[in-house]
């Protein structure tokens, strides 16, 4: 993630192509939004549970990045606003995973995030879903969060990171959790368990991440009319802007 930060701020001093980054994690790790207090995460009990915890770039809450994939998406927004990237880049993924069978959609209201953020249960990242973030049949899929950087020249550099579930790893989540009690994990865990699913549980087998990045690569390449280069942007394809467009 500090990489997809510098690839951001590579592109507020150039013109370099545009590059979607999918990753997974080892060790498995809890990632906490860029303005999340660390406080909220039992740092002790993830190290004895071989997890690591670290802070992204973006915003957001916290994720467990386990059995999941991780996509990143470095961009100049070329004056489009927040919730009109997201659509975006909402709809070059759920193009990749319809490709696979899944038969996701894209959510349509808004939450209170003031309000929601009161609740002991948004600590967790999938605990609730946003404008444009994916689902199946009204369960969370993909949780994503954004960061802009301004350009001198009045642009915006956009940085959006995301997880796609492949498991149901991600509940456990709820054991690092500090302050709540056994009664309060286990509801919370049940809470998380009914707002939110994995590709596997969506699909009916075991779903790998080298088919689902495949897939991403071929929704990016549809949605947006590009052809991503091998080697990260080096050759990079054009789009119907113009501009190139790398894959890593």
Known sequence: MEYDESLAKTLLVSDHAFVVRVY???????SLGWHQDVSEIDIDAAATA???VVRRPTGGRAILHSDEVTYSVVMVASQKGVLSVYQSISEALTRGLRALGAPVVLEKSQPHFPSLYRS?????CFASAARYEIQISGRKLVGSAQRRYARPDGQEVVLQHGSILLG??????????KHLDGDQRVRMREELREKTID???????VVKSEEVILALRKGFE?????VFSANGGQEAGETAAGRGAGIV
Do not use: T
């Open 222 to 226: 549809e949605a947006w009319g590009i």
């Open 168 to 177: 149901n790893d991600h509940l456990r989540i709820v054991d690092f959790m």
């Open 120 to 124: 002991p249960s948004s600590v967790a």
């Open 24 to 30: 997974g994690w080892h060790p498995p790790a809890i």
């Open 50 to 52: 071989g997890i690591d």
């Open 199 to 205: 590709l596997s549980s969506a699909l009916g087998r």
